[in-house]
């Protein structure tokens, strides 16, 4: 009996003493909010195979074959997944897509229960990453077009497992990102003209480690991927003071030829240090 009635007191003391952690008598190390920074650096992906689309007329149906008065194809010198380095494929190719470094601001909130931690986050910045295809026309030129972000914002939920004062989670959650084009080409007759919608909605999702240090104070690492359509960036081209039967006019059915870059999806990983201060 008498163990029975030890085992038994001990058993209420421990429940005691994790309600009392619960009901704020010893603070949990991930509750409460938040404000912090992130940076490091984002890669992309290859995109192999990418290319310039056509339609002639700009009428809206992509996949069209730009030819010259003789029924040749214009762009038979072929694309490259990067930045030209000149009029030819032969001039020095192409450049590869630049990846870079990479600068966010965070604010967010966790309610720990036990050993689980569940949360959210807000976070802002910019990376430096930029992304181009280039086309090669027969005249000899270049066409080359290019994204990057001008910034992103994101909100996401939190969820982790925290053994101690170590963190260990995944967070996924809806992006919104700025994302900036231009155009550049050695063809210096015929006019071009750049248009469609910017801003972009994505996801954001990933994982890292976080690990406390004293009671305000947090360092970690995260991984996170991002994924935006970017289907709408569209590039016109007129006659400009071209001839009248230049590839981009002739036979078109209309005065015009719009590009746009046959990958829709603008992608990259980031892989960034953090770091915290908990209220």
């Known amino acids: 009996m008498r163990k029975t009635l030890l085992l038994g007191a001990i058993v209420a003391a421990s429940f005691a003493t994790a309600a009392q952690a619960q009901d704020g008598g010893e603070p949990l190390p991930f509750s409460g909010l938040y404000i912090g920074g992130a940076g ?4 992309q992906p290859n995109d192999v195979g990418s290319s310039i689309l056509f339609d002639r007329g700009s009428n809206g149906s992509f996949g069209d ?3 010259t008065a003789a029924g040749a194809n214009a762009f038979s010198p072929g694309f490259c997944n990067g930045r030209a380095r000149g009029a030819t494929p032969q001039a020095g190719g192409c450049a590869n897509d630049r990846d ?9 909130f ?3 229960i036990g050993n689980v931690v569940v949360g959210a986050l807000g976070e802002f910045g910019k ?3 930029t992304d181009s295809v280039s086309g090669f026309s027969t005249t000899p030129a270049n066409y080359v077009m290019t994204r990057e972000v001008k910034w992103e914002a994101s909100v996401r939920g939190r969820i982790g497992y925290a053994p101690g004062t170590t963190l260990f989670y995944g967070t996924f959650g ?19 003209s750049q248009f469609g919608k910017r801003k972009q909605f994505g996801i954001v999702g990933g994982g890292g480690v976080e690990q406390k240090l004293g009671e305000h104070f947090s360092i970690g690492m995260e991984y996170s991927y991002h994924l935006y359509r970017d ?8 006659q400009g003071s071209a001839p ?3 590839p981009f006019i002739i036979a078109a059915g209309g005065n015009s030829t719009d590009f746009r870059r046959s990958d829709t999806m603008f992608r990259w990983h980031s892989l960034r240090a953090t770091a915290a201060f908990r209220f």
């Open 65 to 67: 074959t730009v030819t």
């Open 110 to 112: 966790d309610s720990q």
């Open 174 to 192: 809806p992006g919104y990102a700025n994302i900036d084009r231009s155009f550049t080409s050695t063809n210096t007759a015929n006019a071009f």
């Open 231 to 238: 289907d709408d960036a569209r590039v016109r081209v007129t």
């Open 40 to 43: 490091g650096y984002d890669v």
């Open 100 to 108: 870079g470094w990479s600068y966010y601001g965070r604010v967010g």
């Open 244 to 246: 009248a039967t230049n």
């Open 127 to 129: 990376t430096e990453i």
